[in-house]
């Protein structure tokens, strides 16, 4: 099977298309699994984060 130009790039496309999805899942699935929501909690209540919510003046 030669591969010449347009059939690099087909397969490239669909290989990239499939390669985001499946990260896009994957972090989707990491943000909302039940053991890491004590450190994303953790995370929210810093107090660097209450700093920058004070307007600036």
């Given at each position: 099977?030669?591969?010449?130009?347009?059939?690099?790039?087909?397969?490239?496309?669909?290989?990239?298309?499939?390669?985001?999805?499946?990260?896009?899942?994957?972090?989707l699935?990491?943000?909302?699994?039940?053991?890491n929501?004590k450190?994303?909690d953790?995370?929210?209540?810093?107090?660097?984060?209450?700093?920058e919510?004070?307007?600036?003046?």
């Amino acid at each position: 099977m030669p591969f010449d130009h347009e059939t690099i790039v087909g397969f490239s496309k669909s290989f990239g298309l499939f390669y985001l999805v499946a990260l896009s899942i994957i972090a989707l699935v990491w943000t909302y699994w039940p053991s890491n929501k004590k450190g994303f909690d953790e995370a929210a209540k810093m107090p660097i984060l209450e700093e920058e919510d004070r307007p600036w003046r």
